[in-house]
């Protein structure tokens, strides 16, 4: 499974980016996964950001509830962040998983249970 995600660049506070994630792969289907965005800005631990289950129950990290919205388009194999009202906090490397076998929601935003990761695309929030 690849993971590659896109959408990243510079935007000033306040400002919003879209995020994609499309998965590829033989006979891939991650109708049943769990997705995930995470993120890891310089020296800081890598933390959850959004994740989306699938039957569409998602979690958010506390940061950024009420302005990062995530998605999935299954038929295509696609996850999104919209990322609204952008500060500069939100700089970082973001990631998008893949989590396949079945882990409680508790784990949704931590890192362990996801086994597809993508190489990250860079938001930086400057003004």
């Known amino acids: 499974v690849r993971l590659v995600e896109s959408g990243g660049g510079l935007v000033q506070p306040g400002g919003s980016l879209g995020l994609s994630c499309a998965a590829s792969g033989v006979n891939i289907n991650l109708d049943t996964a769990t997705l995930a965005w995470f993120r890891q800005a310089p020296l800081k631990e890598r933390e ?47 990631y998008c998983a893949a989590g396949l076998s079945y882990f ?11 086994v597809f990761w993508g190489q990250g695309t860079q938001v930086t929030v400057s003004s």
């Open 48 to 94: 959850g950001v959004a994740a989306i289950d699938r039957e569409g129950n998602i979690k958010y990290a506390e940061s950024v509830k009420g302005r990062f919205t995530v998605s999935r388009v299954n038929a295509n194999n696609t996850l999104y962040l919209q990322m609204n009202n952008l500060n500069l906090e939100d700089t970082a490397m973001y």
């Open 104 to 114: 409680g929601r508790e784990n949704y935003l931590r890192d362990f249970p996801y």
